[in-house]
């Protein structure tokens, strides 16, 4: 879906329940990029609990999932710095590589010096991306 387009990515879920279809990461993925379009105080809460939904239905989000918040926050929600950061520490513990991708978001949510910071401090190495240390 549509960053913007929730209310329909909701639908299309109740539609795949109806007929007994699980959603798979992918479509929770779906649902976390719809929240971009929302309010900025609306985006990060409809995030977060798309996210929980991932692990509530008792699968494992992706690093896909995980940059897909981390975007949300840094599009719509940019005083969710901390629950960002967070969202990165939670990642790094369950061994979730991250990605290139990634670590743009993360610098852009976090700014470039609090992003290096959090990474030197998690031992990722920052220089395997080199968007992040060259930006």
Not at 47 to 76: E, H, M
Not at 95 to 117: C, D, E, N
């Amino acid at each position: 879906a549509r960053v913007g387009q929730l209310s329909r990515a909701e639908s299309w879920l109740r539609k795949m329940q109806e007929v007994s279809v699980q959603p798979d990461v992918r479509t929770f993925g779906m649902l976390i990029n719809s929240c971009g379009g929302l309010p900025a105080g609306e985006a990060g809460r409809q995030g977060q609990k798309w996210f929980a939904s991932i692990q509530d239905s008792r699968l494992a989000p992706t690093v896909v999932q995980y940059t897909q918040l981390l975007d949300v926050y840094r599009k719509s929600d940019p005083e969710r710095k901390d629950d960002g950061e967070s969202l990165f520490r939670e990642m790094i513990e369950l061994s979730v590589q991250p990605s290139h991708v990634t670590m743009k978001v993360l610098r852009g949510l976090l700014g470039r010096l609090r992003a290096r910071r959090l990474c030197e401090e998690l031992e990722v190495d920052e220089l395997s991306f080199s968007d992040l240390s060259t930006a």
